[in-house]
């Protein structure tokens, strides 16, 4: 059985960073692909951020780009988003998940979640 837990998430305010972590155990994590959703109170869960397995490609939403960046250390299970210059609508839970292959955007193709970390960015 797979587990992911994030950790990292937290009060700040607008222009702020944070970093998140998610944690994995339970099967090989250099070899899966790994992402970053976040769900705002009454909104639909969206991608965030993507890294392939050895972390040499990463794609983003583009409401994040050059600010977010996702990143991985294989040898600690563990994968990561930095989040500079937050805004208020960054504010979500956020979830790390381990894909199973196909779009990098959809969620359906990730099958393993996170119980998500809360991000809440003060105007």
């Known amino acids: 059985q797979v587990q992911l837990v994030e950790s990292g998430g937290g009060l700040v305010q607008a222009g702020g960073s944070l970093r998140l972590s998610c944690a994995a155990s339970g099967r090989t994590f250099s070899g899966y692909a790994m992402a970053w959703f976040r769900q705002a109170p009454g909104k639909e869960r969206e991608f965030v951020a993507w890294?392939?397995?050895?972390?040499?490609?990463?794609y983003y939403t583009d409401s994040v780009k050059g600010r977010f960046t996702i990143s991985r250390d294989n040898a600690k299970n563990t994968v990561y988003l930095q989040m500079n210059s937050l805004k208020p609508e960054d504010t979500a839970v956020y979830y790390c998940a381990s894909s199973s292959g196909g779009t990098y955007y959809l969620g359906r193709n990730y099958d393993y979640w996170g119980q998500g970390t809360q991000v809440t960015v003060s105007s």
């Open positions: 890294t392939s397995w050895s972390g040499g490609r990463t």
